[in-house]
Every structure is written in C-alpha cells, then in structure tokens.
C-alpha cells in the first residue's frame, strides 16, 4: 500500500484551558492586532480556513485578526516570514502540515522548521479530492488511468507548490497506477484550480474547501477522494482505495508561532485557539468544507506529534525523490 498519512499513538494526559494567575499575570497577548499569515494565495484551503479561524477567534481574544497571504515555494515564504517575525504571538503561521514537516526534506537551503518555529495548536484534519475540468472525458479514476496510459505525459496536474500534500498526492498516485503525468506547481490551490476549471491543467489533488462548490457548480468534475472513507461534502464520491487505486492521502492544519515565542503567552494563544473551536460556526465551516476536528492534544502533545512527522516523512520521502524545482 502506498499512503501519505501518519497517525502517533500518543498518550494524552488531560488539560485545564484556564492557565495559572501567576501566568495570566505575566502574559501580554494579545498586544493588538494579531496577523495570521497564510503561506498561500488568497482562494486555498488554507485561506478560507485562516479566515474562519480567524472570525471564531476574534470575539475570543477582544482583537481583529488580520490574514496576510504570503504564498510560494509551497508555504515556505510566509513560515520564513512568521519565523523571522518578533517572538511575541502578534505574528502566527497558519500552516498545512507539509510546511514544517515535508518542505525541509525537499527544498534545497530550508531553514529548521522545528527549531525556528513552535507548535501551538492543531485546527483541522482532511483529506484530498481528484478533480478534473467539467471537458475531460473521464468520470472515474480508472477512465482517467486509461487515459494516461493511451497519452504518457500529455496529462497534467497542478498543485499549491513543490513538495506540497496535492503534489506528493499527484505523485504517489501516478506511481500507483503506472502513468507517467506531468507536474505543474503554482503559488497556491486557488490558481492551481483555477486552471483546471479553465482547462489549461487536466487535473488537481485539491484540498476541499475550494473545490466543493465548483463541484456543485458543475464546474469540476470530482472523480475520488483521497482518504480511508467519503467525505459528508461529497458523499457520492468514492475514494481512490474503493477504484482499486491503493493511494491514502491526509494532512492536517495547525498555528505556530516564532521560536522563543514565551511559553505562558503560547499557552493563551493554545486556550483561546480552542475555545473558539467550541464555536458552532467553526464546526458548521469545518463540515460545509469537507474537513474534520482535530484529536484533541495538549500543546507539548502536538510539538510532539510535529516532531515524530517530521521523522517519518524525512525516511520515506527519499523514496519519492522530489526536490525543489
């Protein structure tokens, strides 16, 4: 079986929300505003979840959110701005997991994501859907395999970046059905998936926020989704695993911070994250877009679970042999 997703088993203790007086005291967060930086272009998945996350989470800390998108090199521009900002928690990184745990595996001259960063909170778990324009002629996985097969190479697929989870999904995928496609990468899912709709690109591994309504539009043609079961936005789409392709692939999102970033103010910044998660306007965005709850983790569990994936992606990407084009 060829997958990309990794679940830890980890032991988690509990977790009281209310910090300690004596860190209430000494915190200074929020100090104003507070920028959320997205490593994307305006559009993406993780945009329009920055943008929720940051509705939820503005009556929580008494401050506007602003999002500022910083997109390229596959999100590594905006987690080199957050990691060279003032370790204050004024500055965050709304980041997909491939940022901090993939990118420094496959782009020559990364900074140390773990040691330049620190782990906060994670906000969503999700899967990928293939999408095709409404024009190609293929309305299943194995259509579109045989049509790869029939024109090697004359396929493409677009992706947020190299080493990106949508580019690592086209990959693997081709590797699993024995067809050779080519990769094109943008600076983000938003114009990535622009150009299939528009016919320039063939297909897409796109996160699902910005594709499901152009599904329903009747702009995308949705051939499968990308993780263990379907999904509640597109209950009539099977995954690749149901059309006999064994690829699996998931990713998650989360906020970081700038390393030496205090640790009582990273704790309010982890207590207000998730009480605004409780919000029942988060939880109808997170099931309007097709994306999940998080396991519930405590911050150092998290760290940790950041930590492990770095790890494991560091030995199994070899394999893939991608790098920064």
């Given at each position: 079986m060829i997958t990309i997703n990794r679940r830890h088993a980890l032991a988690l203790g509990g977790t009281s929300?209310?910090?300690?007086?004596?860190?209430?005291?000494?915190?200074?967060?929020?100090?104003?505003?507070?920028?959320?930086?997205?490593?994307?272009?305006?559009?993406?998945?993780?945009?329009?979840?920055?943008?929720?996350?940051?509705?939820?989470?503005?009556?929580?800390?008494?401050?506007?959110?602003?999002?500022?998108?910083?997109?390229?090199?596959?999100?590594?521009?905006?987690?080199?701005?957050?990691?060279?900002?003032?370790?204050?928690?004024?500055?965050?990184?709304?980041?997909?997991?491939?940022?901090?745990?993939?990118?420094?595996?496959?782009?020559?001259?990364?900074?140390?994501?773990?040691?330049?960063?620190?782990?906060?909170?994670?906000?969503?778990?999700?899967?990928?859907?293939?999408?095709?324009?409404?024009?190609?002629?293929?309305?299943?996985?194995?259509?579109?395999?045989?049509?790869?097969?029939?024109?090697?190479?004359?396929?493409?697929?677009?992706?947020?970046?190299?080493?990106?989870?949508?580019?690592?999904?086209?990959?693997?995928?081709?590797?699993?059905?024995?067809?050779?496609?080519?990769?094109?990468?943008?600076?983000?899912?938003?114009?990535?998936?622009?150009?299939v709709i528009s016919g320039i690109i063939t297909m897409n591994f796109s996160s699902l926020p910005p594709a499901v309504s152009q599904v329903k539009a009747g702009n995308l043609k949705a051939l499968a989704v990308t993780g263990n079961k379907r999904v509640k936005s597109l209950p009539d789409v099977p995954t690749l695993k149901e059309q006999g392709i064994d690829v699996v692939v998931t990713s998650w999102q989360g906020l970081f911070a700038p390393a030496k970033t205090p640790p009582d103010v990273l704790d309010k910044i982890d207590a207000a994250t998730?009480?605004?998660?409780?919000?029942?306007?988060?939880e109808e965005a997170l099931a309007r877009d097709g994306l999940e709850q998080p396991p519930q983790r405590t911050r150092a569990a998290f760290a940790k679970f950041v930590g492990e994936e770095h790890v494991f992606w560091g030995k199994t990407l070899k394999d893939l042999k991608i790098e920064m084009e």
């Open positions: 929300l209310l910090l300690p007086s004596g860190l209430r005291a000494q915190a200074a967060w929020p100090n104003g505003p507070v920028t959320f930086v997205v490593g994307y272009a305006a559009g993406g998945s993780t945009d329009i979840n920055a943008r929720e996350l940051a509705n939820a989470m503005t009556p929580v800390i008494g401050q506007q959110i602003i999002i500022e998108n910083k997109g390229g090199a596959a999100g590594s521009i905006g987690l080199r701005a957050v990691a060279n900002a003032k370790p204050d928690g004024q500055t965050l990184f709304v980041a997909v997991g491939t940022n901090v745990i993939i990118n420094p595996h496959v782009q020559r001259g990364m900074i140390d994501t773990l040691a330049s960063l620190a782990p906060i909170c994670q906000v969503t778990d999700y899967q990928y859907v293939l999408v095709v324009g409404k024009n190609v002629p293929a309305n299943n996985a194995a259509e579109l395999v045989a049509m790869a097969k029939k024109d090697p190479e004359k396929l493409t697929y677009s992706s947020s970046g190299v080493g990106g989870n949508n580019h690592l999904a086209g990959a693997l995928f081709a590797k699993a059905a024995d067809v050779k496609l080519t990769h094109v990468p943008y600076k983000g899912t938003g114009p990535a998936v622009a150009d998730k009480q605004a998660m409780k919000n029942p306007k988060w």
